[in-house]
């Protein structure tokens, strides 16, 4: 049998860049697995179920969370949302890596569940930066960018909790240096 592949989680706050550095990243490896989440809420137009989110109903996912199926689980806005176990455990035994792309609580459940899991920051360069990414996104009004600044401020103080920090200065050095990080495992 041959080598097991990696589990590594990515999260920092909404406006870091998450999406746009992983995106970069995988793009360039043919190793790693994204991991597709299941959530309770209702599709996005142009979401599709099992490549943006495995789309369950509320009964099925307090399933999954009373049979462990679920690495880890939260529940934001009335919806629930979580990364299904088995699928990652396949992937990671098939020598595959698997990268998770979630939330700080989610991250801390993974590493409990899963020791060896490689936890990874991805941070703005400043506060003022990542105002300006959400504002500039005009998508969202003032008490929601308000509410999200709140909550990176709080996230980044658990980013002495991770195995490594990455700066999102520039999108490419990001992903080239998050990249780096799955060598060091590969």
Do not use: C, W
Request: hydrophobic content about 35%; glycine content about 8%; charged content about 30%.
């Amino acid at each position: 049998m041959g080598k097991s592949g990696q589990l590594f989680v990515v999260s920092g706050p909404s406006g870091a860049g998450k999406s746009t550095v992983i995106g970069k990243m995988m793009a360039h490896r043919d190793d790693v697995s994204f991991s597709v989440s299941v959530t309770t809420r209702a599709p996005r137009p142009g979401e599709v179920d099992g490549v943006d989110y495995y789309f369950v109903t509320r009964e099925r996912y307090d399933e999954l969370v009373r049979e462990g199926g679920l690495l880890e689980h939260a529940v934001f806005a009335g919806n629930g949302y979580g990364t299904p176990r088995q699928p990652v455990l396949e992937t990671l035994a098939s020598g595959r890596h698997v990268l998770l792309d979630i939330e700080v609580q989610g991250a801390a459940q993974v590493k409990e569940a899963m020791s060896d899991t490689v936890t990874i920051f991805l941070a703005p360069p400043t506060l003022e930066e990542l105002e300006r990414r959400l504002r500039s996104r005009g998508t969202e009004s003032d008490e929601k960018i308000r509410q999200r600044l709140d909550t990176a401020r709080r996230e980044l103080l658990q980013a002495k909790n991770y195995d490594y920090l990455v700066v999102n200065d520039d999108p490419d050095r990001a992903a080239a240096e998050l990249s780096a990080i799955l060598d060091r495992y590969s």
